[in-house]
């Protein structure tokens, strides 16, 4: 990865607790050690690159927009680094699929490989820290849903987000590839919950 895609994609983060450019970065960081018998250098990349992006511009309302915002920012971003460094190569259909793949509420209608991949190395990505996750949740609470207490912000994330990711076993297949890097992160959850 150039150091063009690093600050370009950095550009498009804001600075919120969680999904912000270090939640980027573990993604990508989780991509890249994906298993180079399963994969080949380019699809590495390529989901790299969209770990990198995957977030750009969210926060924590979630918009049911918020991936494609992304995804428009990657391509903006992908259109001047490979005009700069026109030897810098990456699948682009990858990129797109697996930045469309984070998709929360379209997780169990994922079928494509890399969608797959993506989508499990950011969700599992919580649960491999669930302490930062819970922490800049609370924050994020009393910063900008004043109205909400504790309680209730609690029993939110555990009636949409948690029993969400309860379910994900039951109706999908967790990608191996993800399994390999993060085999703990969904007993995490369960231990929590």
Not at 99 to 112: A, C, D, E, Q
């Amino acid at each position: 990865i150039i150091e063009d895609v690093l600050i370009e994609a950095r550009k498009h983060y804001i600075n919120i607790g969680y999904h912000n450019y270090l939640h980027a970065l573990c993604v990508a960081n989780y991509a890249l050690k994906l298993a180079k018998t399963w994969l080949n250098a380019l699809e590495i990349r390529s989901l790299i690159v969209a770990a990198l992006f995957h977030d750009a511009w969210h926060n924590w309302n979630p918009d049911l927009l918020d991936e494609f915002t992304s995804l428009t920012l990657y391509r903006k971003s992908m259109d001047e680094i490979i005009k700069n460094n026109p030897w810098f190569i990456v699948n682009d259909s990858i990129c797109r699929n697996a930045i469309i793949g984070t998709v929360f509420k379209n997780r169990s209608k994922n079928s494509n490989k890399y969608a797959q991949i993506l989508a499990d190395l950011d969700i599992w990505s919580i649960w491999d820290d669930l302490e930062s996750f819970f922490y800049y949740s609370v924050w994020y609470c009393h910063e900008l849903w004043l109205e909400w207490d504790l309680d209730k912000y609690f029993n939110w994330v555990e009636t949409w987000y948690f029993k969400f990711l309860m379910s994900v076993e039951k109706f999908i297949l967790i990608s191996k590839e993800a399994k390999q890097i993060l085999p703990h992160a969904l007993k995490n959850i369960k231990k929590y919950y």
